[in-house]
Nanobody, 124 residues
Framework: QVQLVESGGGSVQAGGSLRLSCVASGSGFSIKTMAWYRQAPGKQRESVASITSITSGGDPNYADSVKGRFTISRDSAKNTVYLQMSNLKPEDTAVYYC???????????????WGQGTQVTVSS
């Protein structure tokens, strides 16, 4: 089993910064893509940023709404993914979820895991 635990959420004023972290616990697996999603009240969950495994190039991808403001990175040795958020806007307010695509050697297919979410609130 794999458990994802996020941390780093909180409240900040517009223009401020926050750094989210997500650690994947467990053993015997390899993590493919890691990503951050968010869900604002009354809206659907949306992708914020993703990053491939180091062996696949470690390539980041961003939603247009956060390009230039957010940076995703990962520490494969620690099974951790980060989201550095700068120049935050009120519209960034949401619950942020960590996502990991995990492959166990004994399984034919990869499995997607989700964290429990961490609240980010940006006030104007």
């Amino acid at each position: 089993q794999v458990q994802l635990v996020e941390s780093g959420g909180g409240s900040v004023q517009a223009g401020g910064s926050l750094r989210l972290s997500c650690v994947a616990s467990g053993s015997g697996f390899s993590i493919k893509t890691m990503a951050w999603y968010r869900q604002a009240p009354g809206k659907q969950r949306e992708s914020v940023a993703s990053i491939t495994s180091i062996t696949s190039g470690g390539d980041p991808n961003y939603a247009d709404s956060v390009k230039g403001r957010f940076t995703i990175s990962r520490d494969s040795a620690k099974n951790t993914v980060y989201l550095q958020m700068s120049n935050l806007k009120p519209e960034d307010t949401a619950v942020y979820y960590c996502n990991a695509v995990v492959k166990f050697p004994s399984n034919l297919y990869a499995t997607v895991y989700w964290g429990q979410g961490t609240q980010v609130t940006v006030s104007s």
